[in-house]
């Protein structure tokens, strides 16, 4: 298992941007793939991105792509979720997951996963 703890959520106005950061503890965290994923009140969560356990492949949501950009320093056991021209619909609770995985696929849904962290709010204000 992995323990998971993001930082770096805020607030922040239309068009800016914000990193978070997503620090892993326990063992082999090269090993894992990760993925962030959101959740706005009332919505299910949802897929972000995701990077597989060696940082070569990466995937985003449609609503992302071109603006975020997930990355991970496995020396760091840290993945990162670059956000820049946030927009209102990126308000919601940020959780970063992780899964053991060697695979060369990126896993995209919330059952995909079991390990997950506490989650960091992102408000983006119009």
């Known amino acids: 298992q992995v323990q998971l703890v993001e930082s770096g959520g805020g607030l922040v106005q239309a068009g800016g941007s914000l990193r978070l950061s997503c620090a892993a503890s326990?063992?082999?965290?090269?090993?894992?793939?990760m993925g962030w994923f959101r959740q706005a009140p009332g919505k299910e969560r949802e897929f972000v991105a995701g990077?597989?356990?060696?940082?070569?492949?990466?995937r985003y949501a449609d609503s992302v792509k071109g603006r975020f950009t997930i990355s991970r320093v496995n020396a760091k056991n840290t993945v990162y979720l670059q956000m820049n021209s946030l927009q209102s619909d990126d308000t919601a609770v940020y959780y970063c997951?992780?899964?053991?995985?060697?695979?060369?696929?990126?896993?995209?849904?919330?059952?995909?996963?079991?390990?997950w962290g506490q989650g960091t709010q992102v408000t983006v204000s119009s």
């Open positions: 990077v597989t356990w060696s940082g070569g492949i990466t």
């Open positions: 997951a992780a899964r053991l995985s060697r695979g060369g696929w990126i896993l995209s849904n919330v059952n995909d996963y079991n390990n």
């Open positions: 326990g063992r082999d965290f090269s090993t894992y793939a």
